[in-house]
């Protein structure tokens, strides 16, 4: 809660004064939640959210064998943790990681595993869900039926990504531990469900889930999803797009709109995070191929399903040995007065979690 004020009191003492801007854009013509985001708006988020200082690598791989991928941090029990994803050249298996300042991590074990026999045999990487979304905020994760839960790409075929993928459920007691979680028996969604949609029915990959608290949806809880479809971009290649679900019991979910929320037709638009800044919900995501490399975005919203596009410089793109070539696959939280930007890297030390900063820590607190 102090965080949250303090975020707060940071937040519209600096002038943002986000509130009715959109109501002024739009003359009244336009309801609140279908007005585009104005620029200067967009402009301000920017300078809000951006993250200069480039921290360098937090979560090595453990080996030349196994490469990492994908971090979502939160914080319980006054300690931050970081799940996270490691490949080995068979799938992917879900691990965690615990630290006290964000900067140092300390690998604690796996949550999600191999199995035999099961549609999610060799890929499972878990993405932990209802995480607080405020700006400066707590960063807890929300219980629901007195469980904590993780969305996670699933599937069964051996390789990088290979075959066809969904997205499964999962709950946990206790998220602090590296025990392994709860799986549901079948995915939520998948590329061959009966209202698969042109954007979603070739396969499915990373999903972020959180609760709609004002219930802009008209659903307690919304999943934001990365798709690809059969439809080819104007060079026959497939694309990703970002498109969203919603669900009341985090079990049963069902797709919303006939389009994405987030394409560029060609390309990779992927891996959402939600952050709510002041009245505006602001998606942070990666940016892959429509334009050389992999490189980090954002979009805004008033309300959970028309956005805005940012259309300003990336707030991550490669300059580090590290990360020249490809910086992506985001995770940002704000605390104590510094942006934390986690970002998937892969360069010369192969395939990495990486930090950047809105303030530069490098000198004072690298190890």
């Not at 336009?30 to 104005?38: E, F």
């Not at 405020?134 to 969305?151: P, T």
């Not at 969203?244 to 638009?269: E, F, H, Y």
């Not at 805005?308 to 939280?333: C, F, M, N, R, S």
Request: some cysteine.
């Amino acid at each position: 809660m102090k965080q949250t004020l303090i975020g707060c009191i940071l937040f519209f003492a600096a002038g943002f004064g986000l509130a009715g801007s959109a109501a002024a854009q739009s003359g009244g013509a336009v309801p609140r939640s279908q007005a585009r985001v104005p620029q200067q708006v967009m402009q301000k988020i920017f300078e809000e959210v951006k993250t200069p200082y480039k921290y360098g690598v937090v979560i090595p791989q453990p080996d030349s064998s196994r490469m990492v991928d994908s971090p979502t941090v939160f914080r319980q029990n006054g300690q931050w943790y970081m799940t996270y994803i490691i490949f080995d050249g068979k799938g992917y298996e879900t691990w965690l990681a615990k630290s006290d300042n964000l900067l140092q991590w300390t690998q604690l074990g796996r949550i999600m595993s191999f199995t035999e026999n099961t549609w999610d045999a060799t890929q499972k990487a878990g993405y932990v869900a209802l995480i607080d979304t405020e700006w400066g905020g707590s960063y807890e994760v929300e219980k629901f039926e007195n469980k904590y839960w993780l969305s996670y790409l699933g599937g069964s075929e051996s390789g990088y990504e290979a075959g066809r993928l969904g997205i499964g459920m999962a709950s946990s007691v206790d998220l602090s531990k590296p025990a392994e979680v709860t799986r549901l028996p079948k995915p939520v969604l998948s590329a061959i469900d009966h209202d698969a949609r042109p954007y979603d029915d070739e396969t499915i990959y990373k999903s972020l889930v959180i609760r709609d608290k004002a219930r802009q949806t008209g659903h307690r809880f919304v999943m934001y999803y990365n798709a690809k479809g059969k439809k080819k971009d104007t060079s026959g290649n497939g694309f990703e797009s970002i498109a969203l679900a919603v669900s009341d019991d985090m079990k049963q979910w069902k797709r919303v709109g006939g389009k994405p929320l987030i394409t560029r037709n060609t390309g990779i638009c992927g891996d959402a995070q939600i952050a709510k800044i002041g009245d505006v919900y602001v998606m942070f995501y990666f940016g892959a191929f429509w334009k050389p490399g992999a490189f980090e975005r954002f979009a805004c919203s008033y309300d959970l399903v028309n956005w805005t596009d940012w259309t300003g410089q990336d707030l991550i793109a490669p300059t580090e040995p590290y990360d020249k070539t490809y910086a992506h696959k985001p995770w940002v939280v704000k605390w104590n007065g510094v942006v934390y930007h986690f970002y998937n890297a892969v360069g010369e030390n192969g395939r990495v979690i990486a930090l950047a900063t809105s303030k530069d820590l490098s000198s004072k607190n690298k190890p």
